[in-house]
């Protein structure tokens, strides 16, 4: 059984930042590639970032390209958004997300395993 719990979310102004943690109780983490997904009102859940199991390769989506960062440490098991320069249109729901590969993919429907989100408010 795979576990994923999200941390991070919260108020903050736009221009603000903040650290989103992913802590996934799994055997054997590196099996795993993981990606950050968000969830707006009224819209369909979206891709924002994945990461290889290394860390070495990275992707995200246009609208967060340049503003946010992930990453991972594979001796704690946790996956990491930072999120700069925020944008009152970054309010969503934000998901964590496990696949078993260790080549990151952008498709939600690829993805094995899921958090119970956190929400991250951004005010203008």
């Known amino acids: 059984q795979v576990q994923l719990v999200e941390s991070g979310g919260g108020l903050v102004q736009a221009g603000g930042s903040l650290r989103l943690s992913c802590a996934v109780s799994v055997r054997t983490f590196t099996n795993y590639a993981m990606g950050w997904f968000r969830q707006a009102p009224g819209k369909e859940r979206e891709f924002a970032a994945a990461?290889?199991?290394?860390?070495?390769?990275?992707y995200y989506a246009d609208s967060v390209k340049g503003r946010f960062t992930i990453s991972r440490d594979n001796a704690k098991s946790t996956v990491y958004l930072q999120m700069n320069s925020l944008k009152p249109e970054d309010t969503a729901v934000y998901y964590c997300?496990?696949?078993?590969?260790?080549?990151?993919?952008?498709?939600?429907?690829?993805?094995?395993?899921w958090g119970q989100g956190t929400q991250v408010t951004v005010s203008s």
């Open positions: 997300a496990a696949v078993r590969s260790r080549v990151l993919t952008t498709r939600k429907y690829e993805y094995d395993y």
């Open positions: 990461i290889s199991w290394s860390g070495a390769n990275t």
